[in-house]
């Protein structure tokens, strides 16, 4: 059964702080790694990830991919409250099925 | 450019009546997902619907739970006789046609969510 495990499942931080959010992924037929972010409504998109050590960046956030270790890293630098959020890592698999496979999620708080 | 709308947000039932959740998907989206989300854990996969059709229903219960997506109006997710085991939050997500062969990957849009609550 394919499988997504996100560690750690709670981070608690001060503003300013750097976090490293991990996600590793046992899944056949790996096709791409999906980041989201869930605040108290919908999930949203943050990046997408097919290619092995290419960085993507999007402000203070970035993440990489590593498909040899099957895990993903997503870092936010300069950590400010509004970072707070559930970090929802998936992963998309190549056959018939279009489904994307999630992880629990790391809860982030970040304190003033 | 409205995202995905689910209602009704918050449903309250009682044990053994029906739920009716609505999703109206991105508006040129032909895809639809239902996800449900549990205390403390990750969303999971429920049904996949195309208009009209059922593509892929592996994470629906057998029982009490069945989706539409008709060819008119929004995509429905019925609970029939529920029971406490089923108070979660249930997510709608949409993607246009074509996408995973034009970007790589199946990127959903995702609904708000609806929050069931079975008394």
């Known amino acids: 059964e394919d499988k997504v495990v996100q560690s750690p499942l709670s981070l608690v931080v001060h503003e300013g702080d750097t976090v490293t959010l991990n996600c590793s992924y046992e899944?056949?037929?790996?096709?791409?790694l999906l980041w989201y972010k869930q605040e108290k409504k919908a999930p949203t998109f943050l990046f997408m990830l097919?290619?092995?050590?290419i960085e993507k960046k999007s402000g203070r956030l970035s993440s990489i991919l590593d498909k040899k270790e099957l895990f993903s890293i997503l870092n936010i630098t300069a950590t400010q409250t509004g970072d707070s959020a559930i970090y929802l890592c998936?992963?998309?698999?190549?056959?018939?099925?279009?489904?994307?496979?999630f992880g629990k999620g790391t809860k982030l708080t970040v304190n003033p | 450019n409205a995202g995905v709308m689910q209602n009704p947000r918050h449903l309250v039932r009682r044990r053994g009546q029906e739920a009716r959740l609505r999703c109206s998907p991105v508006?040129?989206?032909?895809?639809v997902y239902w996800y449900r989300q549990l205390p403390e854990e990750g969303l999971k996969f429920m049904v996949y619907?195309?208009?009209?059709?059922?593509?892929?229903e592996s994470g629906m219960p057998k029982e009490r739970f069945s989706a539409e997506f008709p060819k008119e109006g929004p995509s429905i997710l019925r609970i029939q006789q529920v029971v406490r085991g089923d108070s979660a939050a249930y997510f709608c997500?949409?993607?246009?046609?074509?996408?995973?062969?034009?970007?790589?990957?199946?990127?959903?849009?995702f609904g708000a969510g609806s929050r069931l609550t079975v008394l």
């Open positions: 097919t290619s092995s050590g």
């Open positions: 619907l195309q208009k009209e059709n059922i593509i892929d």
């Open positions: 997500a949409s993607s246009p046609p074509g996408q995973r062969s034009t970007s790589g990957a199946n990127v959903l849009t």
């Open positions: 508006k040129g989206h032909s895809h």
């Open positions: 998936a992963v998309d698999t190549q056959g018939g099925s279009e489904k994307l496979v």
């Open positions: 899944v056949t037929n790996f096709r791409s």
